[in-house]
C-alpha cells in the first residue's frame, strides 16, 4: 500500500547540498546564513520573512553588517532539526516536496517555531501541515502508526501541540473496531461467496485476524506503547487481545522469551541484545504491570518465560510475586518446562529454583480455580481473590504436574531430602489417585543421594502411600534394594490385601452366578406348574447332567482357591517372622527381597490363573488383563525402566 501524500510548492529547484553546507539554486548571491546543528544554509532574507513571523523578528535584532558580509543566526532549538528547518525553507521558496506521513509531524512542529501562521498569508505551512493530519493521517491506521512514530524524534513539542494524543485516539479506535465488515464493501450471496452488480464473484470473503494491529504498534517506543495499551483498554479492546500484544512486544525486546530451550548461561549471555539490561528491565516489569488480571488470557507458557526473565534480569521482587501469582492461578494448564525455571540465586545450590515452585504452588492453593477473572485492589493484584480452595480436578492435574517435576528434580545430588520431602508435600494426599508417580521420584532421588541414611529413606518413602501403588509398582518396589525394610513390608502387606480383594470379589461374583441360576430355574418350575402341562412323575425334573458337572468343578476350584490363600497366609506370616530377626543384618537384605519377591509373584500368578479358570468354567467371558489388576498410572510403565 503506497503511504499518501500531497504535493507542495511548485518550482521544481531544491537545495543544492556540499556537505553539510545547503545553498539555494536561484543563482542570486545570499545574503544570511542560518546555522542548525551541523548544517548550514545560505538563503535570502525575503522569502523567510515572508512566510516566518520568528524569523523576521531575529533577523531585525540582528546587527546590520557592512560591506558584502552576511547576517548569521543560529537555530539549534527547532524541532526536528536541520530536515525539519529545510523542509520550511523550502516551502518559504516555493520548492516542490511532498508532506507525509514520516515527515508531517516535524513540519508541523517547525511551522509552529517558526511562527508560519496565516497572519502571514493564506495557506502557510502551519495550515497546510494542519490540514494533511486531520484529513488525512488520523483516517488510515497505517498512516497513522507512521506520524505517531515520528513523533518520538519531536516528543515534547507535538505533545503540546495535541499530535500525539490525537493519533493515539485514532489508533485505539481503528484498532477496537469491527472490521469484518469494512474488509470488503460487497455484498454477500446466499452460498457465501462475494457479489458484485448482483454477479457472484466465486470469491470467499477474508476474515481479519484479531493480531492484525500487533506488529504495527510494536515499534513504538516504550511511552507510546504504553500509552497505545491503555487507550484500547479504554475503548474496550478484549482482554487476550490486550495480552497478545503486550506478549508480542516483550518478544520484540527481551531476547530471554526467545531462547527458552537453551541453558541459562545462553541466556544470560544474550541478555543484551538490542538493549541493555536497565532497558529490558525496564521494558519487563512494564507489561507485566499492562497484563489483564483476567484469568487465562496469558498463557502459562508466556508467564513461565515471563518470570524466567525476571529472575535473569533482577526484577523488582513485586513484579516476580505477581508472576508467580498469576501462574499458580492457572497452574492446572502448565506443562512441567514451564515450571523447570533456572536458579540464579546468589548461592546456585541446585540446577532448578524449587523455592520458586513452592510459592507457586502455595498460590495455587490459596486461589479460587472457579473464578472467571480477578478484579485488582490496591497495593497488589489478586487480593481478595484468594481462600477460596480449588476443586479436585485441578488439584489431580497440579498433582500429576509436580511428580513429574520432582522426578525432574531428583537426580540433582545438591537437592535436600527436606527440600524434596516440602515440595512432596505441597499437596494434600487427597489429590493423588495413585502414587505410582511419587514412588518414581523417590526411586530416582534415592538412586541419586546413596549416601543417605536409613531414617531419612524412612523419611522420604512416608509420603508415598503404599495402597494407591499399581500392581506393577509393588512389584518392582518388593524387589527394590534401596527402599528401606519396613516400606517393602508394607507393599508386600497392602500387595496381599489386593489379592484378597480380587480373590472375594471373584467369590462374590460366581456366587452370585450360581444363585441366579437356581432362582431362574425355580421360576421355570413355579411356570410350568402353574400352566398345567406338566403331570405326574414329569412335574419336577431333574437337573442336566451338565449343569451338575459344572457346579461340582465349581466346588472343586473354590476349595482349591481357599487353601492356596490359607498356604499364601503362612507364608507371609512366616516371611515376617524371618524379617524380623534379620532386620539388622544389611548383608541378609537381597536374599530376603529375592525370597520375598519370588515366591509372592509366583502365589500370585498361580492364584489369578485359577481366577481366570474359574470365571471361564462359571460360563462368563474370559476376563481381560485390565479386569484382573488395579488401574495402572501413567507413568508406571517407566518405573522398572527407571530402575
Known amino acids: 500500500m503506497a503511504a499518501a501524500c500531497v504535493k507542495l510548492g511548485s518550482k521544481p529547484e531544491t537545495f543544492l547540498r556540499k556537505g553539510e553546507e545547503c545553498f539555494c539554486p536561484s543563482g542570486l548571491a545570499s545574503d544570511i546564513v542560518i546555522q542548525v546543528q551541523q548544517r548550514s544554509f545560505h538563503l535570502h532574507k525575503f522569502p523567510l520573512v515572508a512566510r516566518s513571523g520568528k524569523l523576521a523578528k531575529l533577523l531585525d535584532e540582528v546587527p546590520t553588517q557592512k560591506g558584502d558580509e552576511k547576517l548569521c543566526l543560529e537555530l539549534h532549538k527547532i524541532p526536528g532539526g536541520a530536515d525539519a528547518f529545510e523542509l520550511a525553507a523550502a516551502f518559504c521558496y516555493g520548492f516542490r516536496f511532498e508532506l507525509t506521513a514520516s515527515n508531517v509531524v516535524q513540519a508541523r512542529c517547525a511551522a509552529e517555531y517558526l511562527e508560519m501562521n496565516e497572519d502571514l498569508g493564506e495557506g502557510n505551512l502551519k495550515a497546510k501541515t494542519d490540514d494533511f493530519l486531520h484529513e488525512v493521517v488520523l483516517h488510515s491506521f497505517k498512516e497513522c502508526m507512521r506520524a505517531l512514530h515520528s513523533c518520538e524524534a519531536v516528543l515534547p513539542h507535538a505533545e503540546e501541540l495535541g499530535i500525539v494524543a490525537s493519533c493515539i485516539d485514532a489508533v485505539a479506535s481503528m484498532a477496537c473496531m469491527d472490521h469484518s465488515n469494512l474488509a470488503w464493501p460487497m455484498l454477500h450471496s446466499p452460498g457465501g461467496s462475494l457479489l458484485w452488480n448482483g454477479i457472484s464473484t466465486g470469491a470467499k470473503p477474508k476474515k481479519i485476524r484479531t493480531d492484525w494491529w500487533y506488529e504495527d504498534v510494536c515499534v513504538l517506543m516504550l511511552p507510546l506503547f504504553k500509552r497505545v495499551i491503555l487507550a484500547v483498554e479504554a475503548q474496550g479492546m478484549k482482554p487476550e487481545c490486550i495480552a497478545g500484544a503486550l506478549m508480542h512486544f516483550a518478544k520484540k525486546h527481551l531476547p530471554a522469551l526467545n531462547n527458552r530451550r537453551q541453558g541459562v ?325 537381597r536374599v530376603v527381597t529375592m525370597l520375598m519377591g519370588g515366591k509372592f509373584r509366583s502365589q500370585l500368578c498361580r492364584t489369578r490363573s485359577s481366577v481366570v479358570q474359574n470365571h471361564i468354567r462359571t460360563g462368563g467371558a474370559a476376563p481381560s488383563p485390565e479386569d484382573t489388576k488395579e488401574p495402572k498410572h501413567n507413568r508406571s510403565t517407566s518405573i522398572t525402566q527407571q530402575n
Open 265 to 589: 548461561r545462553a541466556e544470560s549471555s544474550n541478555m543484551g541484545v538490542g538493549s541493555s539490561e536497565g532497558e529490558q528491565k525496564h521494558v519487563l516489569e512494564t507489561v507485566e504491570s499492562l497484563l489483564p488480571t483476567q484469568k487465562g488470557v496469558v498463557s502459562t507458557k508466556h508467564l513461565s518465560g515471563l518470570l524466567r526473565s525476571a529472575t535473569i534480569l533482577n526484577a523488582s521482587p513485586e513484579c516476580k510475586n505477581n508472576l508467580e501469582r498469576r501462574l499458580g492461578l492457572q497452574l492446572q494448564q502448565a506443562s512441567l518446562e514451564d515450571l523447570l525455571l533456572p536458579n540464579l540465586s546468589y548461592n546456585m545450590e541446585t540446577l532448578y529454583d524449587t523455592d520458586c515452585v513452592q510459592r507457586i504452588l502455595e498460590h495455587f492453593l490459596l486461589m479460587d480455580q472457579n473464578m472467571s477473572g480477578i478484579e485488582p485492589s490496591p497495593g497488589s493484584i489478586f487480593d481478595g481473590a484468594l481462600m477460596s480452595p480449588p476443586s479436585l480436578s485441578p488439584l489431580m492435574e497440579v498433582a500429576r504436574l509436580l511428580d513429574s517435576y520432582l522426578a525432574e528434580v531428583a537426580p540433582d545430588v545438591n537437592l535436600k531430602p527436606l527440600k524434596f520431602l516440602s515440595l512432596a508435600e505441597a499437596l494434600p494426599e487427597y489429590s493423588r489417585i495413585s502414587d505410582d508417580g511419587v514412588y518414581r521420584a523417590i526411586d530416582i532421588f534415592l538412586k541419586a543421594h546413596p549416601w543417605l541414611k536409613e531414617d531419612e529413606r524412612e523419611q522420604l518413602c512416608r509420603i508415598m502411600d503404599c495402597q494407591k501403588l499399581s500392581l506393577e509398582a509393588c512389584t518392582h518396589a518388593a524387589q527394590n534394594e534401596r527402599l528401606p525394610l519396613r516400606v517393602v513390608v508394607q507393599v508386600l502387606f497392602f500387595e496381599q490385601l489386593q489379592l484378597r480383594t480380587a480373590i472375594a470379589n471373584c467369590f462374590m461374583m460366581s456366587d452370585t452366578s450360581h444363585a441366579l441360576r437356581n432362582q431362574s430355574m425355580t421360576d421355570g418350575l413355579a411356570g410350568t406348574s402353574s400352566s398345567g402341562l406338566m403331570r405326574g412323575p414329569d412335574r419336577y425334573p431333574h437337573p442336566h447332567p451338565g449343569m451338575m458337572h459344572e457346579n461340582q468343578a465349581l466346588k472343586m476350584d473354590m476349595h482349591n482357591i481357599r487353601h492356596r490363600v490359607s498356604e499364601l497366609e503362612k507364608e507371609c506370616s512366616g516371611m515376617r517372622a524371618e524379617i524380623q530377626k534379620l532386620g539388622k543384618a544389611k548383608g541378609h537384605w
